[in-house]
């Protein structure tokens, strides 16, 4: 069976003079200057950022020592998971204090995120010690830990919380 080229009808032809068209352009590219510099080039081109970023030192919170970061006054936003603290600043929209989570800034989330509940019944006073998790179900204690994995993977970690006496 062998093929024949049939330019009988436009639609053949057409695709030849475009797949012509687009090998030359790529067996000879254009080697014209332009005509006017790009304006954001005038001054040159840095690849360093304006201000470098605030550097974020691992540290051991408690409840006490995270509660002022809830992001008041336009300030860090923390917040705990299985006692590892996360910098969820970047996320102000959902964490800030007017954002959909914001009742878990500067607090530990563990159990709302477990539960999938945002109310203010699953958050430990901070004044209370840690709550230890016992209870959960394992189908809580894996949604827990999906949460851990898609914070890890978003946020940066910059802490680990401990019991108020323990720091």
Not at 10 to 18: F, S
Not at 21 to 31: E, G, H, L, R
Not at 99 to 115: L, P, V
Not at 124 to 143: C, G, H, S
Request: aromatic fraction near 12%; hydrophobic fraction near 40%; charge should be negative.
């Amino acid at each position: 069976m062998a093929y024949t080229l049939d330019f009988s009808t436009p639609v053949n032809t057409a695709l030849l003079i475009y797949i012509l068209y687009s090998v030359q352009k790529i067996v000879f590219p254009s080697a014209s200057i332009p005509k006017t510099i790009p304006s954001e080039f005038k001054h040159g081109y840095s690849w360093m950022p304006k201000e470098h970023p605030p550097t974020v030192l691992f540290k051991t919170y408690t409840p006490k020592t995270l509660e002022p970061f809830s992001g008041k006054d336009g300030g860090r936003i923390l917040l705990a998971i299985n006692s590892i603290v996360f910098d969820v600043t970047a996320g102000r929209n959902f964490y800030g204090p007017d954002g959909m989570y914001g009742n878990f800034a500067g607090r530990d989330a563990s159990r709302g995120m477990a539960k999938q509940s945002f109310d203010m019944d699953m958050l430990t006073a901070v004044d209370q010690p840690l709550d230890k998790l016992q209870d959960l179900r394992p189908d809580e204690i894996e949604n827990m830990r999906g949460w851990i994995d898609h914070f890890s993977n978003k946020y940066i970690i910059c802490g680990k919380l401990v019991e108020n006496d323990a720091a």
